[in-house]
């Protein structure tokens, strides 16, 4: 008997001992659970998060390409008044320069010619009053190489709004037409075609140009997106590997 209840006490302690770790156990497993479960509502609200931002980069990935491919369309249809103006110049040399430079009384139509491209080479658009043929030989042509070089590397992108102005009495003239001219002076036909075709390309860059800057905008806001997305996406990673180790 004495054996007996020894055993019955050392079984007691061993349960008592057994539910107390399991007690622990129960205890820790609980808050293993809601860790868990906070973990998992954690990345579950990232994700949520992740699929808003990339449905955003998704919508404005195609708003962007839409902007593109309307710019390309646009500036497509300068490329002829540009192609057309660097042929013009292509006629331009320093013989033909000079030989118009020598000209002592030209006609009309010639003078307007290089009186128009005064107005375009004005410097901060400062449009000069005298325009005359005998200003045009001491100012843009007074240095014949200086004059083509100017010509060449002129800034079409960027022509003033007072030169824009001063050269439309010059363009709705019938006798502006480079044809016509050809048969005064080469120079002056190649000088006349330039003007002509610059500003054409100029009209259809800006109206592109407000088209460019919202495809600017449009493609700041897309990396600002992937970047936002980029973070989102990294974080739930990370939760994910934080979840995988619970």
Known sequence: LRSTASQVDDLKAKLASQ????????????????????????????KAIADSEEEKVSKITVEVEAKAADCERDLAKAEP?????????NTLNKGNLTELK????????????????????APGGKVPKDRSWKAAKSSIMNKVDQFLDNLINYDKDNIHEACR????????DPEFEPELIKAKSLA???L?????????YYEVYCDVEPKR???????SDLASAREKL????????????TLAKC
């Open 213 to 219: 800057l919202a495809l600017a905008q449009a493609t």
């Open 19 to 46: 539910e107390v770790e399991l007690g622990q156990k129960n205890e820790a497993a609980n808050k293993l659970i809601a860790v868990v479960g906070a973990e998992q509502e954690k990345v579950g609200k990232e």
């Open 188 to 190: 002056a036909a190649g």
């Open 102 to 121: 020598s000209f002592g009384s030209p006609p009309g139509a010639v003078t307007n010619v290089t009186a128009a491209v005064m107005v375009l080479l």
């Open 165 to 172: 102005k001063a050269i439309q009495p010059y363009l709705q």
């Open 192 to 200: 006349c075609s330039w003007v002509v075709n610059i500003m054409m």
């Open 81 to 89: 008044a540009l192609k057309a103006a660097v042929e013009a110049l």
């Open 230 to 241: 980029r973070v989102i996406k990294a974080k739930v990673a990370d939760l994910e590997a």
